[in-house]
């Protein structure tokens, strides 16, 4: 038994009445020293060898070997570097206030894995990378992110810590959306949400960002890792025989031009996320870029549309590698 294609056999042979021993392989003469002989093999398949010895008289004797090829399969493990906020040094923006939601225990639904990885940790890119003071984020993680939790997040507390002076915010979310079945809504399915009552239970991006809009915005940037195809992470359905729609949102007509959106793939894609790293694809590589990665010109400043094509290679390669479609969006001013 061999584990490479390319071996080696060697053997000797002897006879008491005889000096020279002659032997063939596979009717091909092989060189005998002393007594000893050695056969180079090539095969990634098992094999069956005939080896002959012949004295000077013509005797002969026959061994036939059984090799057995059994090649190793070498699996290469891609690098996944750990999430590092400390190598960010950030600034303070005591104009920013941020929302986070990341949500994988769902009460109705099949879990969003490490969805709720994906929102503690960017918490800390918030503080380090967006300059956002920690009294100024709502962190709301799975049992906290139910719709009255969120609801409550957007009506009281945001207009609460924005005050009267103009305001950055950041929206970000990781969990499980879904679409109507005309495919004019998308929704973000909060904690205890049911995916067969979408106008109860869950809250479209439309009533998200009309909330938002009732306080002073100096801009709006939000992070969406969700999807609207009905599939989760795993590969699972929200919804029974569910069937692939057409999403066609007008988003763009109610956006204003300091509103910027960054979503984790195309409408009817699923995304999806990285075992080895624990985290969402679009949520790691968004925070790897925030790190410094996605500044495609070194000058300190990452701009959307830097950021955007950081994502779309990034983002678009694992999920190949994943044998699937994964193409990040951006709605929103590039520059």
């Known amino acids: 038994t061999v584990n490479d294609p390319q071996y080696i056999i060697e053997g000797k042979v002897s006879d008491e009445g005889s000096d020279k021993i002659y032997v063939k392989v596979e009717g091909r003469d092989v060189a005998v020293k002393k007594g000893k002989f050695k056969i180079n093999r090539y095969s990634p398949v098992d094999e069956e060898i005939t080896i002959v010895a012949i004295d000077q008289w013509g005797n002969k004797s026959t061994k036939v070997v059984q090799v057995k090829v059994k090649i190793k399969e070498i699996v290469v493990v891609r690098p996944y570097p750990k999430l590092n906020p400390s190598k960010i040094n950030g600034y303070k923006n005591n104009d920013s206030v941020a929302i986070i939601i990341g949500i994988e225990k769902y009460k109705n639904q099949f879990e969003c894995i490490y969805c709720n990885r994906d929102a503690s940790f960017f918490r800390e890119y918030a503080i380090r990378a967006l300059g956002v003071e920690s009294s100024n984020i709502k962190l709301l993680v799975d049992s906290k992110a139910t719709r009255p939790e969120i609801l409550k997040a957007l009506k009281i507390w945001l207009p609460r810590i924005a005050g009267e002076g103009a305001k950055k915010i950041y929206i970000f979310f990781s969990g499980h959306g879904l679409a109507t079945f005309s495919g004019s809504d998308l929704y973000l399915l909060p904690q205890n949400g049911n995916s067969q009552l979408l106008e109860d239970t869950a809250i479209s991006r439309t009533e998200l960002i009309s909330l938002i809009q009732t306080v002073n915005l100096k801009a709006l940037l939000m992070f969406f890792d969700t999807c609207y195809s009905g599939q989760t992470r795993n590969e699972g359905t929200l919804i029974e025989k569910l069937k692939p729609i057409r999403i066609v949102p007008d988003e763009k007509e109610m956006l204003l031009d300091?509103?910027?959106?960054?979503?984790?793939?195309?409408?009817?894609?699923?995304?999806?996320?990285?075992?080895?790293?624990?985290?969402?694809?679009?949520?790691?590589?968004?925070?790897?870029?925030?790190?410094?990665?996605?500044?495609?010109?070194?000058?300190?400043?990452?701009?959307?549309?830097?950021?955007?094509?950081?994502?779309?290679?990034?983002?678009?390669?694992?999920?190949?590698?994943?044998?699937?479609?994964?193409?990040?969006?951006?709605v929103g001013e590039a520059d």
């Open 258 to 330: 300091n509103f910027t959106i960054f979503a984790a793939s195309e409408f009817d894609q699923v995304s999806g996320s990285i075992e080895e790293a624990q985290q969402g694809i679009f949520s790691y590589y968004l925070m790897k870029g925030l790190e410094g990665e996605a500044d495609g010109n070194g000058d300190k400043q990452i701009t959307n549309g830097e950021l955007i094509a950081y994502l779309k290679t990034k983002v678009s390669k694992e999920a190949f590698s994943q044998n699937r479609e994964q193409d990040p969006t951006l």
